[in-house]
């Protein structure tokens, strides 16, 4: 483990900017597209939410899993699920809209799933321009606080999504099981962080490694 | 209940240009011989053709316009993205589940406070009420719109031959329930079967066709084929496709949607720029294959021809 190329990092970028690439022709670039630019604001918006998503599970995956090269691509990941969102809202206000703010205006202002969408931005925006080490040193316990949002963003993400499906969330029935599946894995990623829940599973952990070494012993 | 409801007269000529009508059997023959010279020229660049590999029996482009002046949509745009959530949600994917599905023969079941109840064969509908063209706008809650080229006849043709009973007020459609060939009638997030309604009068007005085709042809799997209901002036998911039950009832049918989500989906659901949908804004929309978006029009720009049928509605009321 020594001298390790740090292939998940590699992933990481490469993922990243080739899931944009793709995205970007297999919607525009691609006679079988045929709404390309709804298609691809949901494309977008699906791919920021992954992508901060997996930037939620850096801290668990690295405490709880011990996979210490996840844990610290959680910022690229971040920064990553805010390019995403900030290409989605390009193309929400540019592609779908052409930039006539007299309509942009009054779907924002009638719009719910867009408020959510639009505070889960704005955080994300928050969180990736003092994402620098610089700014960490800089804003001291401040930063720690601010980063808190990372828990908030993904969350109203989710509810971004429930809002735009044609369901209802209450009584589950539509096009639910898309948002229903993010949203769990929202929900366990923030329940594993509390502590003794946490502590159980990497006590679970532990065992499990333990007895599988047991018959082949070091 | 007005009892004295009028289907209000339309020109023909105005809606349908006369050198495209054609009937049923001429577009048969023409269908037949179109569908040769497109095989032989399904290597030439330009062809069009669907990700199922079915192809346009005619050649779509700038043949079809709407009344409005507004140039059909392709044959290919047409046939590879919709809603049908019986295959399945995602609207890039009805086409290569609806593939297999088989529409012939397909029947109809025309029923309940009429005094001739009757099963009908497609075929049968087809040659009792010569097909004829209309091309209408069909405009989507979710906010994009297609112009479409139809080949069917009116309801009220159909309503006529079944004679409803006076206590009749409203239709009731009912779609084919086949889980085994349609994938997305397994997601019990859903109320299945799909379920639709009109009131008597709006069934009875001239524009509501039952279509059997489009494009000069048959009527693809994925748009509803065997038979469907089109509906102009609503939001697309009021016009139910695959039709297996026409019910006569005395009373306002339960929708799919509405049953979901009553405070979204109402009964009425026409197109109306100025009521939002609680969750989308219904100002305005893109037809597909547009760059810009466009206003949405009041009942879809068929105003003169149903707004009469709303006269004294509160239709923020009755969404
Ligand atoms: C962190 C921020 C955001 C995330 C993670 C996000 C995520 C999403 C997701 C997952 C979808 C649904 C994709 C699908 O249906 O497959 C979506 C749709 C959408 N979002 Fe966002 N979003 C964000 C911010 C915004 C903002 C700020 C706006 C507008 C100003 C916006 C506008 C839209 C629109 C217009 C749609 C498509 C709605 C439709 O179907 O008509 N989003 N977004």
Redesign the pocket.
Known sequence: MDKKIEWFRLVVHIGAWGTLLVLILVNFFNPNSVNPI?TF??HT??A??IF?ILSLAGTPVGSILEWKDFAKRKKALGVYGFMF?AV??LA?LWLDYGFQFKFIFNV?KNTVY?WF??A??IM?LALAITSFKKMKQLMKKNWKRLHRLAYV?APL?VI??FL??KANILTLQGNVI?PLIYGSIVLILLLVRIPPIKRGLINLRTAIQSRTRRPNPV | MDKDYQSLKIDRSEITPKSLYLSRRDFMRSAALAAGAVALAACAPGAAKSIDGSTAPTDPSNAYMDELGNPANSFQQTTNYNNYYEFTTNPQGVARLAANFPTSPWDVNVYGLVNNPKTFTVDELNQLFTPEERIYRMRCV??WSLVIPWLGFPLSKLLEAVEPTSEATHVRFETVFAPDEMPGLKNLSYPWPYQEGLRLDEANNDLTILATGMYGGELPAQNGGGIRLVVPWKYGFKSAKALVKIELVDYQPDTLWNAIAPNEYGFYSNVNPNVDHPR?SQATERRIGDTDRRLTLMFNGYEDQVGYLYEGMDLKENY
């Open positions: 709804l604001e949901h918006g699906t920021a939410l901060l969102a989605h809202v929400f924002v867009i969408g639009l889960a931005f994300a963003i993400a971004h999504f735009i499906v898309e | 979710e906010g989308w």
